[in-house]
């Protein structure tokens, strides 16, 4: 069965950091693209960050850019969410996904597998 699974979410004050993990299970995530979306009440999923197979490179949306960082590490078939000066508008819940066409990376409908999702909390 796969799986992905997040963790690592919670409440923060502005300007904190948390990491999220997102472990995978039922599948190997070494050829896989994976990202990371988020979605606010009331607004749509968007795309966070995305991470190739073997993170030789990396997108990411100019909200969260020099304050995000995707990693992966395909031996724990485990990929994480660094978040660092994080904004109010940071909050939401945030998804995990794999990617096994290689490209469109920015659009949910390109992800084949989601997690359940992690909250995240900015608030003072």
């Known amino acids: 069965q796969v799986q992905l699974v997040e963790s690592g979410g919670g409440l923060v004050q502005p300007g904190g950091s948390l990491r999220l993990s997102c472990a995978a299970s039922g599948f190997t995530i070494s050829t896989y693209t994976m990202g990371w979306f988020r979605q606010a009440p009331g607004n749509e999923r968007e795309f966070v960050a995305a991470?190739?197979?073997?993170?030789?490179?990396?997108s990411y949306a100019d909200s969260v850019k020099g304050r995000f960082t995707i990693s992966r590490d395909n031996a724990k078939n485990t990929v994480f969410l660094q978040m660092n000066n994080l904004k109010l508008e940071d909050t939401a819940v945030y998804y995990c996904a794999a990617n096994g066409r290689g490209y469109g990376l920015g659009l949910a409908l390109n992800y084949d597998y989601w997690g359940q999702g992690a909250q995240v909390t900015v608030s003072s």
């Open positions: 991470i190739t197979w073997n993170g030789g490179g990396t």
